[in-house]
């Protein structure tokens, strides 16, 4: 099977005034269907750049990069949001749920966005509430929920498309132990039982070490980190986290 992911030589340059910064050079790499990768590195070293470009959130001022058979630079800006929406789902943070709507209503409206003529299919809605433990949290907006259940409501939100890659940033960044641990159980559930391939930018070693594979990313260059013994993992990770 060809790689979902195939990156050549993508960059982006951020340019104000005569300030230029190379936030990522020649980025090649190519990433495998259901692979789980973590994205690491310092502050400032261009892995929320990545994640933008990957996402289709930001156009690359060069090289390219090719999600799943789809050249997003190619595309109108109508229609990179809809393939967006069909082939990603975004976990963020700081859950970026929409505070006037429900749960249940934030799910709906990623399915509605990514409009591939297929009505929500209520039977998917079911398993992922009850995965993560929201199926009575459903009918309550953003601020009537905890932090950790309104990132499982974001995750259902994520999921519910059924996409081929799903971007977290940070995803546990703002969870107690227990809501990470759920959190990055549903992570590997996807990547490992339904498929899907999942890349998430963590500063957490414990997050880290669960991935199959580590991109490092280190003054806007990408390296994939030497796939280190099980054991020295984490203390490996750690190091490559501090810089
Ligand atoms: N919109 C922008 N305009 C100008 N420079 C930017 C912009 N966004 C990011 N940068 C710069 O690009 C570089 C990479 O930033 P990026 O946000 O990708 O880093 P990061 O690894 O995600 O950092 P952190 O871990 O702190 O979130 C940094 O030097 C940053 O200051």
Known sequence: ?????????????????????????????TIDRGEFVAIVGPSGSGKSTLFYLLGGLTRATGGSVTIDGVDFSSLSDAERTRKRGQKIGFIFQRFNLLPTLTARGNVELAHSIA??????????????????????????????LSGGEQQRVAIARALI?????????????????ENSETVLEMLRHASKEMGQTVLMITHNPEAAAIADRI????????????????????SLIGSLLAG
Request: no cysteine; hydrophobic share 30%; net charge negative.
């Open 1 to 29: 099977m060809p790689p979902i992911i195939v990156a050549q030589q993508l960059g982006k340059t951020y340019r104000s005034g005569k300030i230029e910064t190379h936030a990522l050079r020649d980025a090649t790499f």
């Open 161 to 177: 498309t059924r996409p081929a890659i799903i971007l977290a940033d940070e995803p546990t960044g703002n969870l107690d132990t």
């Open 215 to 234: 991109l490092y990313v280190r003054d806007g260059r990408l390296h994939d980190a030497p796939p280190p013994p099980r054991e020295s993992r984490k």
């Open 115 to 144: 409009d591939n003529g297929q009505p929500l299919d209520q039977n998917l809605l079911h398993h992922l509430a009850e995965l993560l433990r929201i199926e009575n949290r459903l009918d309550n907006r953003p601020s009537e």
